[in-house]
Nanobody, 119 residues
Framework: VQLVESGGGLVQPGGSLTLSCIAS????????MAWHRQAPGKQRELVAI???????DYGDSVKGRFIISRVKAGNTVYLQMNSLKPEDTAVYYC??????????????WGQGTQVTVSS
């Protein structure tokens, strides 16, 4: 299963940005799609996750500012980021977990997209 992210870039503090991630390949089911991020010198952290039943969860630092959503038909997940802060600067990674058509489980990651919040 392959994941391709897009939408990263440079944005001023207080601005907004929307990331997209499309999953493709031998996908029988997707149990969850998520966004993680890793800032220089820090560990990768969960930003937001959306489960197949529609339930959501967010990292404490982004609650109330970021919104995760998913279009099931297109195997696409979005991350709408509002009120961005310099500390949101990081490489953002898309993640998907599920089952392939040969019944093998997968846990796939995208290559990441850089988000820089700076004036």
């Amino acid at each position: 299963v392959q994941l391709v992210e897009s939408g990263g870039g440079l944005v001023q503090p207080g601005g907004s940005l929307t990331l997209s991630c499309i999953a493709s390949g031998s996908i029988f089911s997707i149990n969850a799609m998520a966004w993680h991020r890793q800032a220089p010198g820090k560990q990768r952290e969960l930003v937001a996750i959306i489960h197949n039943d529609g339930s959501l969860d967010y990292g404490d630092s982004v609650k109330g500012r970021f919104i995760i959503s998913r279009v099931k038909a297109g195997n696409t997940v979005y991350l709408q980021m509002n009120s961005l802060k310099p500390e949101d600067t990081a490489v953002y990674y898309c993640n998907a977990r599920g089952v392939e058509f040969d019944w093998k489980e997968y846990d796939s990651w995208g290559q990441g997209t850089q988000v820089t919040v700076s004036s």
